[in-house]
């Protein structure tokens, strides 16, 4: 069992910053992939960023296409936390973004299908005004 619980979230302007932050609790973090998804209102719940397990000294990062160059994940494996950075933040970021672990994925793989996914956090809104 793995337990994630976000925080972070909020209402911000366009252009502003948010942190979004995923504590994970049960399992050894440093051993599974995490990812970040979101939902907006009437929308399918959509990949948005991903980071596998770490090799030598780096973790393989994944993005969708309309995050590239504004959101960045990273994890701290001595805080069993992941994070996304948020910058230069647009009207339609808004919605419920969720963390989730991917306990099966190989080693440094990233996986972007919701599926692949075991456990979830409760999720964390994020609103961005214009």
């Known amino acids: 069992q793995v337990q994630l619980v976000e925080s972070g979230g909020g209402l911000v302007q366009a252009g502003g910053s948010l942190r979004l932050s995923c504590t994970a609790s049960g399992r050894t973090f440093s051993r599974y992939a995490m990812g970040w998804f979101r939902q907006a209102p009437g929308k399918e719940r959509e990949f948005v960023a991903g980071i596998g397990t770490i090799n030598w000294s780096a973790a393989r990062t994944y993005y969708a296409d309309s995050v590239k160059g504004r959101l960045t994940i990273f994890r701290d494996n001595a805080k069993n936390t992941a994070y996304l950075q948020m910058n230069s933040l647009k009207p339609e970021d808004t919605a419920v973004y969720y963390c989730?672990?991917?306990?099966?994925?190989?080693?440094?793989?990233?996986?972007?299908?919701?599926?692949?996914?075991?456990?979830w956090g409760q999720g964390t809104q994020v609103t961005v005004s214009s």
């Open positions: 989730a672990a991917d306990l099966d994925t190989p080693s440094g793989v990233v996986r972007t299908s919701s599926s692949e996914y075991d456990y």
